[in-house]
């Protein structure tokens, strides 16, 4: 068989185990790698038709896997939303959100993303006047903001009429109306939210497709060719499929289906379809084979459940207050139980060292209950584990899925820092440990949340040096938990691919699989880690076809080689 393509004289390095590097790939018109090594060696594989192209000694890998990100609710922020920047006061926001209200447009609601701590805690302190100042500035129209953390929001007079909300109205399961004196102040926290969510219109299923064809196409743009998107709806499945079938698709798309109570707009008829049907919704480059639990909050809203008391000198705060789990442990068992028996992983949002202890242990009585060689299971996020707990996920074949990428200084976690104390936040993102006890990890960005940049290469340098690699943020936080290049890359790549079900797929570079590769500007290996958060994707291959830049034939970037 003939290459489609070959492409030599570079630094390619495989991450297969062997942790490969080899001058030249040769790749079919089916996508598929057909040799590795060194050009002289692939004569047999060239014909007339057959275009050689030389790398001109650049440095080449798998493509990048996201294994956490919320792909069409991140990219219809992009496209829709009133930009907020997480630094703002709530002074600032005020400004944005009246400026937004002035300018016509096809869409009523006005959704600001994402405010941080700053305008909350101005937010927090005003109270009731918060939510008339937000009145006064939106021209009738009703506002959303979006919290950082994307499990709360401030809402407008006009959306929490919407809504239903008035100060009788009484919190829902699992959430807070946020009231003082007996008034609404316009907070929402955790499944409140949902409940002016809700209203905000639908794009239609067209818009749908074009920001899921957006999405990817930012996504291939930043190195990457597969994600995880971490909680899908029936109608993202079926935007993606539409996408595939229209050969839009440019990257494997992985679904976490939110099938548990504790997703967003749970629906019980619609999540027993969801289970029945998504198999047959999944395009060629799709597969869904997780379901998500939240099981915890966030600690920037004191949501998270921790094992000890959150410290605080706010009157409105418990003395003994630890954050909340929306299922008791019992409930917890059951539901992994249950999707376990149908050989779904879950992936459990657990931040809280109280949530994360309470994923393992009920993990550990599924493995009694149903058997030890069921699916891999996920902690998402999994900021605070008590060090006792780390060497149990590796026995228990548990998967850190780590983000957002908050393991070096940023405004949130300054944030989160501030809010639980130097002592426990000190612990946080232990990566180091938690490969040192054999636990498979895989980082994701989380995107859109409260690192809002989906840009691989910046938590690819924090992972390396534990420091801000913006430079806006002075200090490092836990070096001790600092890891190698050789450690860290296989998080972006060969393990998420695994835990997707995709690692006969692609995940490195091997013959057989898919020639999903990437083109770098720089060697990561031979520069500073500092220097890596500074990386461009020259080009992006997806099943040998040049995905990124999408406006580019190959041979626009690498010189056709003539003699062979």
């Given at each position: 068989?003939?290459?489609?393509?070959?492409?030599?004289?570079?630094?390619?390095?495989?991450?297969?185990?062997?942790?490969?590097?080899?001058?030249?790939?040769?790749?079919?018109?089916?996508?598929?790698?057909?040799?590795?090594?060194?050009?002289?060696?692939?004569?047999?594989?060239?014909?007339?038709?057959?275009?050689?192209?030389?790398?001109?000694?650049?440095?080449?890998?798998?493509?990048?896997?996201?294994?956490?990100?919320?792909?069409?609710?991140?990219?219809?922020?992009?496209?829709?939303?009133?930009?907020?920047?997480?630094?703002?006061?709530?002074?600032?926001?005020?400004?944005?959100?009246?400026?937004?209200?002035?300018e016509?447009?096809?869409?009523?609601?006005?959704v600001?993303?994402?405010?941080?701590?700053s305008a909350?805690?101005?937010m927090?302190?005003?109270?009731?006047?918060?939510?008339h100042m937000?009145?006064?500035?939106s021209?009738?129209?009703?506002?959303?903001?979006?919290?950082?953390?994307?499990?709360?929001?401030?809402?407008?007079?006009?959306a929490?009429?919407?809504?239903?909300?008035?100060?009788?109205?009484?919190?829902?399961?699992?959430?807070?109306?946020?009231?003082?004196?007996?008034q609404?102040?316009?907070?929402?926290?955790?499944?409140?939210?949902?409940?002016?969510?809700?209203?905000i219109?639908?794009?239609?299923?067209?818009?749908?497709?074009?920001?899921?064809?957006?999405?990817?196409?930012?996504?291939?743009?930043?190195?990457?060719?597969?994600?995880?998107d971490?909680?899908?709806?029936?109608?993202?499945?079926?935007?993606?499929r539409?996408?595939?079938?229209?050969?839009?698709?440019?990257?494997?798309?992985?679904?976490?289906?939110?099938?548990?109570?504790?997703?967003?707009?749970?629906?019980?008829?619609?999540?027993?379809?969801?289970?029945?049907?998504?198999?047959?919704?999944?395009g060629?480059?799709?597969?869904?084979?997780?379901?998500?639990?939240?099981?915890?909050g966030?600690?920037?809203l004191?949501?998270?459940a921790?094992?000890?008391?959150?410290?605080?000198?706010?009157?409105?705060?418990?003395?003994?207050?630890?954050?909340?789990?929306?299922?008791?442990?019992?409930?917890?068992?059951?539901?992994?139980?249950?999707f376990?028996?149908?050989?779904?992983?879950?992936?459990?949002?657990?931040?809280?060292?109280?949530?994360?202890?309470?994923?393992?242990?009920?993990v550990?009585?599924?493995?009694?209950?149903?058997?030890?060689?069921g699916?891999?299971?996920?902690?998402a996020?999994?900021?605070?584990?008590?060090?006792?707990?780390?060497?149990?996920?590796?026995?228990?074949?548990?998967?850190?899925?780590?983000?957002?990428?908050?393991?070096?200084?940023?405004?949130?976690?300054?944030?989160?820092?501030?809010?639980?104390?130097?002592?426990?936040?000190?612990?946080?993102?232990?990566?180091?440990?938690?490969?040192?006890?054999?636990?498979?990890?895989?980082?994701?960005?989380?995107?859109?949340?409260?690192?809002?940049?989906?840009?691989?290469?910046?938590?690819?340098?924090?992972?390396l040096?534990?420091?801000?690699?913006?430079?806006?943020?002075?200090?490092v936080?836990?070096?001790?938990?600092?890891?190698?290049?050789?450690?860290?890359?296989?998080?972006?790549?060969?393990?998420?691919?695994?835990?997707?079900?995709?690692?006969?797929?692609?995940?490195?570079?091997?013959?057989?699989?898919?020639?999903d590769?990437?083109?770098?500007?720089?060697?990561?290996?031979?520069?500073?880690p500092?220097?890596?958060?500074?990386?461009?994707?020259?080009?992006?291959?997806?099943?040998?076809?040049?995905?990124?830049?999408?406006?580019?034939?190959v041979?626009?970037?690498?010189?056709?080689?003539?003699?062979?």
């Amino acid at each position: 068989m003939a290459a489609g393509q070959i492409l030599h004289n570079g630094r390619i390095h495989t991450l297969d185990t062997a942790s490969s590097v080899v001058d030249a790939i040769a790749f079919g018109r089916d996508g598929k790698i057909l040799a590795l090594g060194r050009l002289h060696d692939m004569q047999s594989l060239i014909d007339e038709t057959t275009e050689v192209f030389d790398l001109q000694g650049c440095f080449v890998m798998p493509g990048l896997i996201d294994f956490h990100l919320h792909a069409l609710p991140g990219m219809i922020v992009k496209l829709y939303s009133t930009r907020l920047k997480p630094t703002d006061n709530f002074a600032a926001v005020l400004e944005r959100i009246r400026l937004a209200a002035l300018e016509p447009g096809e869409r009523e609601w006005i959704v600001g993303s994402a405010f941080g701590p700053s305008a909350l805690a101005d937010m927090q302190q005003l109270g009731a006047q918060a939510l008339h100042m937000l009145d006064a500035v939106s021209n009738g129209r009703p506002v959303v903001l979006e919290h950082v953390s994307g499990h709360g929001i401030f809402a407008n007079s006009a959306a929490l009429v919407r809504a239903g909300i008035t100060a009788h109205t009484p919190n829902p399961p699992d959430g807070e109306i946020v009231k003082v004196a007996g008034q609404v102040t316009g907070l929402l926290h955790e499944t409140a939210a949902w409940l002016v969510q809700d209203k905000i219109p639908a794009l239609t299923p067209q818009q749908m497709i074009d920001v899921a064809g957006k999405a990817v196409a930012l996504f291939n743009s930043v190195g990457m060719t597969g994600f995880c998107d971490a909680s899908s709806t029936i109608d993202m499945l079926n935007t993606f499929r539409a996408l595939d079938d229209q050969g839009r698709l440019t990257c494997w798309a992985g679904f976490t289906l939110a099938l548990s109570s504790t997703c967003p707009g749970y629906d019980p008829a619609a999540a027993e379809h969801l289970l029945a049907e998504h198999r047959n919704i999944c395009g060629e480059h799709m597969i869904a084979g997780a379901a998500k639990i939240f099981l915890d909050g966030v600690p920037s809203l004191r949501t998270a459940a921790m094992i000890d008391p959150y410290p605080s000198d706010d009157p409105d705060v418990l003395p003994d207050h630890r954050g909340a789990m929306a299922l008791s442990p019992e409930e917890l068992e059951e539901e992994i139980a249950r999707f376990d028996r149908l050989g779904l992983s879950v992936k459990v949002h657990a931040i809280g060292d109280r949530a994360v202890l309470t994923v393992i242990d009920a993990v550990e009585a599924v493995r009694r209950t149903n058997g030890p060689n069921g699916p891999q299971h996920h902690i998402a996020h999994g900021q605070f584990i008590r060090p006792d707990d780390i060497a149990r996920l590796s026995q228990l074949n548990i998967l850190a899925d780590l983000n957002p990428p908050l393991w070096f200084p940023s405004s949130a976690s300054l944030t989160h820092k501030g809010i639980v104390g130097d002592q426990r936040y000190a612990s946080t993102w232990p990566v180091r440990s938690l490969l040192d006890t054999g636990t498979d990890v895989a980082v994701g960005s989380d995107w859109l949340t409260i690192f809002a940049d989906i840009n691989p290469w910046l938590a690819l340098s924090g992972l390396l040096t534990r420091r801000d690699p913006t430079g806006k943020f002075p200090g490092v936080h836990a070096p001790e938990q600092a890891i190698s290049l050789h450690q860290a890359l296989p998080l972006f790549t060969r393990n998420p691919a695994l835990a997707m079900r995709l690692g006969e797929k692609t995940g490195q570079l091997a013959v057989g699989l898919s020639a999903d590769l990437i083109v770098l500007d720089r060697d990561l290996t031979t520069i500073s880690p500092e220097h890596i958060a500074g990386t461009k994707v020259l080009a992006t291959f997806f099943q040998g076809r040049l995905v990124h830049p999408a406006d580019k034939h190959v041979k626009g970037i690498f010189r056709l080689t003539t003699h062979v």
